[in-house]
C-alpha cells in the first residue's frame, strides 16, 4: 500500500527518450521551421532586435570586422616610411616587415601606404559597412524588408494566381458558351508569361516607370503569380466531377458559390505547397533585383543591395557581402526544404513541379 | 515438385527456389520454395492472384530480380544442363535472349520509342548470333513474317508508336523467338489486347511452338487461357506452389482448397447464380506470413494441423501433386 | 519533317512581331516618348533639340505609323544612339555580343559536363556517395543566389587564395579567366540538368522497354547507354532553352559581378544610366537569341524523339 501512495507522489515530469526526439525530427522539417521563424520574428520586430539604427552612418568606424576578428595594429590608412630597423615610431616600418606585407620592391626610405585592418569587437557582432554603418542592424532590417515586400507580392499574386486557376478549370460551368475557351485563353496567358525572362523585363520596367517600391512589388507579385494557376486548375478539373459538387448543383448553388465553398478548400493544399516554394524563388529575385539596383533603393538596407555594396570591398571587409549572402542562403535553402516536405507530405502528385 | 516418370531429361529445372526482398517492414518473401520441372515442348502455365510470387519466379529464372532490395536466397535453376545461378552477370547475359527469352505483359511500353522496330529485333540476333550483317536483315525479316507482321519490309523501319498494340505485342513475339529459345516465357502477354486479338496471339504462339519445339512457361490468372495453351499447370499462392498436375487432372479433380476455389470463381456460362463466387479474406502479408499453411485463414476445410505446420506436397495422381494437409 | 521545321520558322517571326508590337508600345505608354530619352536627374534637351528629337520619332504622325517607321529602321539595324555614348546602339550590341556568347558557351559546358553525368550517375548508383553529391550539388544550385556564387568565388579563389583572376575579360584568350564566370553561370543550370536528367533516367530504368531489353540478353553497359540514356535525354534537352533563357538573366548579374563587358553588363549599366535605346535593343536582341535557340531546340527534339517527328 505504502509503496503505491509513493509511487503516485513521484513526480509527472515526462522527459522524452532520444528515439522519440529522432522521430519528430525525422517527420518533422524541425530545422526549416526553426531558422524560418527566427528570422520572421527578427525581421518583424526589427527596431526590437537591432542595436543601432541601420542608417546611422558613423564614419571613423568604417569597415569594423565582425566580433572575432583579431588584427595586427590600429584601425587607420597609415603611410610608413620604410626603414632599416624596425622602429617604435608608428610612421615606420622596418624593410622585412614591408617585404613581408607584400611590397616586395620596397627599398629604405621609400613610403608605402598599408591599409590596416581594425579590430572587431562585440560592440559591432557583424562588423560595420563602408560608411561605419552596423551590419548586423541592416541586416536585420534587410530581412524585414525581404520580408514584407515577399509577403505582400506572395499574398497578392496568390489570390490572382489562384482566381484565375479557379476560374479557368470551372469557366466551362460559370459560361455555357464561352466557357471553354476562356479557360484556353487564360491557360496561354499564363504559357506565355512562362516564356518571358523576368529579370530582363523588370529592368526594362524601371527604366519606363522608375525605381520605385510599388513598381517592385507589382513586379514580384508577376512572378508569383505564374505558378498557381496551371496546378489549381488540374485540381478544379478533377474536383468538379466529385460527387458533393454534384449535389450541390442539384440543390441549386450558383457556380460561384460552388466555386469557392466547395471546391476551394480542396485546392488549398496545392496552394499551401507551391506558395511554400515560390517564395523562396521571390527572394531570390528580389535579391538579384536589389543587387542590381532595381529593388528596394538605398539607404533602405535590402540584402541584395548590401552584396552589391560589399562588392567593391571585398579585399578588405568580406563581410560586408558574406552576411547577406548567408541570409538569402538560409531561408532559401530552409523554405525548400519545408516546401519539399509539405509537398510530400500534402500533394504528392507535385513532384514534376520544378 | 517432382515431375511424372521421364524419359529424357527436363529441358529446365527449377528447385527450391526463394527469392525474398528487404522492404522497410520486413523482408518480403516473394518466393519461398518453389520447384517444378519442364519437359522439351511442353507448356506449363503458373496460375495465381497477383501477389503469389508468379513475375517474380518469372523474373529470377531470367535473374532480373533488382539487386538492391531483392535477393535469390536459395535454389538452383537448370537450363540445358548448367545452373543459371551459378553463371557470372556476363555469361548470364549471353543465355538471356538465345536459350530463355521472354514476352512481357504491355506491348504499349515494352518497346523502346526511340529506335525502330528493325533495330530493335536485330538486337538480339546481332548480339546472340554471329553470322554476317546482311544475314542478320534477313533473319529478322523472316522472324517478322512467322510472327505474321504484314508487309514485313517496309514496317521494318517503322517506329513502335506507329504500330497498333496488337501488331507490337508480335514483334515482341518475334524478338522472343528470333534465337531459337530452349524456353520461352509469356508474362500475361494477352492481359492488354483486344479479346479478339487473343485468341490470335494465342494461336500464333502455338503455332510457333509447334514448328520449332521450344517449351513455354505461361504465366496467367486466366483459366481460359491456361485450358487453351498448356499441357500442365502449377497454381501458386502466397510464393509457394500449392498444386501441380497436368491441365485435366487440375480441372476435374482439384485437390488443394484455392484451387477448387480459383476454378469456383471463374463464371460459368451454364450455371445460373445469384452472386459470383469470391474466395473470402485477403492473401497474407508477405512480410509476415503465418506459421502453417499460408491459406489456412481462408480455407473452408481448415483443421488444427494446417495452423501448425505447412503441409507438404502429397501425390494425388500420377504427376499430380498437392500441398494440402487434407491428402495426409 | 521540313514542313515541321518551317512551321516552326514562321511561329518564330510572328512571336518576333509581337516582340517588336510590345516593346514598342512600352516606350509609348507613358506618354510622350521623349520624356525617356531624357536623363534622369539629367541635364535635360534645348527646345530645339526636343522638337528635332519629335521630328525624328515622327511623333506628329499617328502611332500605327511610328510603329512602321520604327521598325522600318530598326529592320535597317538602325536603332537609334545611346545616349551616354552617343555611339549607334547596334554597334554597341555586336561590342559586346562577342562576349557574352564566349561566357554563355563555357557556362552552358560547364552546365551539361557536370549535371548530365552527375544526374546519370545519381541515379544509376542510387543511395552511393555520388547520389548524395549529385542531391547536394542540384540543392545548392538552386538555392544559392547567382551573384553570390560569384562574390564568393571571388572571395575564396582570388583575393584569399590568388589562384584565379578576378573577371574581366582579357584581350588575348585565356581559359583562366573565364573559369570563375563561367561557372557563376553555369552553376544553377547544372544543378537543373542534374535533377532533370536524374529522374528522366530513373523513370526509364524502371521501363519496361529497358526489362525486356535485358531480357534479350544486351548487356548492362549498352543497356544503360543505348537504351536507358537515349531517352532518359529527352527531357534535358527540352529544357536546353530554358536554361539559355536562365542565362540571359544570369549574364546580367554574372556579368555585372565580374565586369565582363558582355551584353548582361550593357543591360545593367543601361538600367543605371536610364539609357532607353540601349534597352530597347537588348530586349529585341535578347528575344531574338531566344527564339532561335528555341527553334533549335525543338528541331534537335524532334530529331531525337521520332514521336515527334512521325505522330
Known sequence: MAEVTSNLRRSRLVVPSWGQIGYVLRRWPVGPIVILVILIVVGAFAPLFAPYDPLLIDLPARNTPPFWVEAETEPRLVAQRVDKLSSEDRDKISLRDARKKGFTEAEVGDTIVLTVRPVGSFSHLFGTDQTGRDVLSRWIFGARVSLMVTAVSLTSGLVIGVAMGLIAGYADQIFPKYGKHLDELIMRIVEITFAIPTILVALVIVIVFGKSFFILLALLAFVAWNAFPRNVRAEVLTLKTSDYVALAKISGASSFRILFVHIFPGVINTVLVIATLRVGQLILIEAILSFLGAGVQPPKPAWGAMVADGREYLGDAWWIAMFPGMGIFLVVVSLNFLGDWMRDRFDPRLRQLD | MAAADTSEAPVLKVENLRTYFRTRWGEVKAVDGVSFELRKGETLGIVGESGSGKSVTMLSMMRLIPMPPGRIVEGSITLDGEDLLQLSESEMSKVRGSKIALIIQDPMTSLNPVFSIGNQVTEAIRIHQDIPKRSVMEKALEVLRKVNIPAAESRIRDYPHQLSGGMRQRVVGAIGISCQPLVLIADEPTTSLDVTIQAQYLKLLRDLQQESGMSMIFITHDFGIVAKMCDRVAVMYAGKIVEVGSVRDIFNKPSHPYTEALLASVPKMEEDVDRLYAIEGQPPLLHDLPVGCSFADRCPYVMDRCREEYPPEFPVDEGHYSACWRLA | ?311
Open chain 3, 1 to 311: 519533317m521540313s514542313r515541321f521545321i518551317i512551321r516552326r520558322i514562321s511561329y518564330m517571326l510572328v512571336t518576333m512581331m509581337v516582340a517588336t508590337l510590345l516593346v514598342f508600345s512600352l516606350s509609348r505608354i507613358v506618354g510622350d516618348p521623349r520624356l525617356l530619352y531624357v536623363q534622369e536627374g539629367g541635364y535635360g534637351l534645348s527646345p530645339e533639340a526636343w522638337d528635332a528629337l519629335g521630328i525624328k520619332l515622327h511623333l506628329d504622325k499617328p502611332v500605327a505609323v511610328q510603329y512602321l517607321y520604327w521598325l522600318k529602321d530598326a529592320v535597317r539595324g538602325d536603332l537609334g544612339d545611346s545616349m551616354l555614348d552617343r555611339k549607334p546602339v547596334v554597334e554597341i550590341m555586336y561590342d559586346a555580343t562577342g562576349a557574352t556568347l564566349q561566357l554563355a558557351f563555357f557556362g552552358w559546358m560547364f552546365a551539361t559536363l557536370v549535371g548530365i553525368p552527375l544526374g546519370v550517375l545519381s541515379a544509376v548508383k542510387r543511395g552511393s556517395v555520388w547520389d548524395y553529391m549529385g542531391r547536394g550539388v542540384a540543392l545548392l544550385g538552386q538555392t544559392l543566389p547567382v551573384f553570390w556564387v560569384g562574390i564568393m568565388g571571388i572571395l575564396v579563389f582570388s583575393v584569399q587564395l590568388g589562384w584565379l583572376p578576378v573577371g574581366t575579360r582579357p584581350e588575348e584568350f585565356s581559359l583562366k579567366h573565364y573559369i570563375m564566370p563561367a561557372i557563376t553561370l553555369g552553376w544553377f543550370s547544372a544543378a537543373g540538368y542534374l535533377r532533370l536528367t536524374r529522374s528522366a533516367m530513373l523513370d526509364v530504368m524502371d521501363s519496361e522497354y529497358v526489362k525486356l531489353a535485358r531480357a534479350k540478353g544486351v548487356n548492362a553497359t549498352m543497356v544503360l547507354w543505348k537504351h536507358a540514356f537515349r531517352n532518359a535525354i529527352i527531357a534535358p534537352l527540352t529544357f536546353s532553352s530554358l536554361v539559355l533563357a536562365g542565362f540571359i538573366t544570369g549574364a546580367i548579374v554574372t556579368e555585372t559581378v565580374f565586369s565582363w563587358p558582355g551584353l548582361g553588363r550593357l543591360a545593367f549599366t543601361a538600367v543605371d544610366d536610364n539609357d532607353f535605346p540601349v534597352m530597347v535593343g537588348l530586349m529585341l536582341l535578347f528575344t531574338f537569341m531566344f527564339l532561335i535557340v528555341n527553334l533549335f531546340t525543338d528541331i534537335l527534339y524532334a530529331y531525337v524523339d521520332p514521336r515527334i517527328r512521325y505522330g
